[in-house]
Structure formats: structure tokens, C-alpha cells
């Protein structure tokens, strides 16, 4: 199977994306959820990746099955969200650092739209998606410790799925209560600093 990262290629499209959203550096919570069109739970029923229509890029996409809507937002009961890189015909491109979207997640996603179509993207890379995990009988929030480009996360493709980790966390594993979450959203979006430190994702 082909494989290449795209490096030339990512700069080229990181040039089209809005300016916090082309910068592989740390941003503040409160800008990120205040910038998101929406914020989402949801369920990532189906993937797949195509070609553009240049034949240029390989762009995976994800049919997101919401069941809720943080902040005073509301949308369709389903989305369709659009990241750079994937597989198609056993060739991969690798979007170094941007967030992997595997079938059968359960996350929850701050999305903006992409300017030349509907769909969504992940806002801010990585630090737009959380998975959604159970400890203690509760949901709780953990970082997406997969990248693209880090070779840790079985792929699709020859026939495999993507795998997808267990739902229970361990108890010294960082994460955020849901309803936290909420408030952090909440807060953000009405400009009221929020005191709660965000996740490690290193």
C-alpha cells in the first residue's frame, strides 16, 4: 500500500483555512468554543475517503449522528464532516497533526464549515475533538491522543476498520466531566473566562 505525508500539500491547504485554524500551535478554550459553529456530541456512523475533483487531495469523510448541542446552538440531526487525508484504492495521504476520524467514535466535536462546501471540519485540529468515555458510570471527556502521521491507530483499508478504543478510562486518566464541558462552552461563548485548565494533549 502507498503511503506519503503531505507536507507540501498541507501548507497549501492551511493557506485556505481561516488564520487560527492554519497555526499548529496551542489556542485558548475560550476562543476555540466561542470561533465553533457548532459544538457537538455525537456518533461517527460511517467514513469514507475520496479524491477531490483536482485529483490532488484525499479528503475522509464522516456522517455524524448528533444527540446533543452545547450552547444556545442548534442543527441538523446529522452532519457530514470533512478532514484531509485518508485512503482510496490502497494509496494514503497523511495530514501531519490533523485529527483522525474513525467509524464508530463517540466525541464530541467543535466544527466549523468549510468555505467551498456544507460540510464540517474540526475546528483548531486536535483541539476541536474529544472522545467520549465512561468512568465511574459517568461521561467524561478525554483528548484524542491519535494524529494523523504517528502510525498509532490501526487504518482503513484492505478490508480493516479503524479501531476504536475501549469506552472505559482509567481513574488517573485527565478528563473533563461533560457537564463541565457545557459550562466551559457556556462560558466562552457569553466571553466569561473560564477557570477550569483545559486537557493535556501532549
Known amino acids: 500500500m502507498h503511503r506519503r505525508s503531505l507536507i507540501i500539500g498541507l501548507l497549501l491547504i492551511a493557506l485556505a483555512l481561516p488564520l487560527s485554524a492554519s497555526q499548529f500551535i496551542e489556542l485558548p478554550f475560550d476562543q476555540i468554543a466561542s470561533e465553533a459553529q457548532y459544538v457537538v456530541r455525537g456518533h461517527i456512523v460511517d467514513t469514507w475517503s475520496a479524491w477531490d475533483d483536482s485529483h490532488e487531495v484525499i479528503f475522509t469523510y464522516a456522517t455524524v449522528r448528533v444527540t446533543r448541542y452545547f450552547g444556545e446552538t442548534t442543527g441538523p440531526d446529522t452532519l457530514v464532516v470533512r478532514e484531509v487525508g485518508g485512503t ?29 462546501s456544507a460540510d464540517m471540519r474540526i475546528h483548531a485540529f486536535n483541539q476541536g475533538k474529544y472522545l467520549v468515555r465512561q468512568r465511574g458510570g459517568l461521561e467524561v471527556l478525554t483528548a484524542d491522543p491519535v494524529h494523523q502521521g504517528e502510525g498509532r491507530a490501526a487504518r482503513e483499508g484492505e478490508g480493516r476498520v479503524l479501531d476504536v478504543q475501549s469506552d472505559a478510562i482509567s481513574a488517573d486518566t485527565p478528563a473533563l466531566g461533560i457537564e463541565e464541558f457545557a459550562r466551559m462552552v457556556d462560558d466562552a461563548r457569553a466571553a466569561r473566562p473560564s477557570v477550569r485548565p483545559v486537557l493535556d494533549r501532549q
Do not use: S
Open 88 to 116: 482510496v484504492d490502497g494509496y494514503t495521504q497523511e495530514a501531519i497533526g490533523f485529527p483522525m476520524i474513525r467509524r464508530g467514535e463517540n466525541v464530541v466535536l467543535l466544527l466549523t464549515q468549510w468555505e467551498d
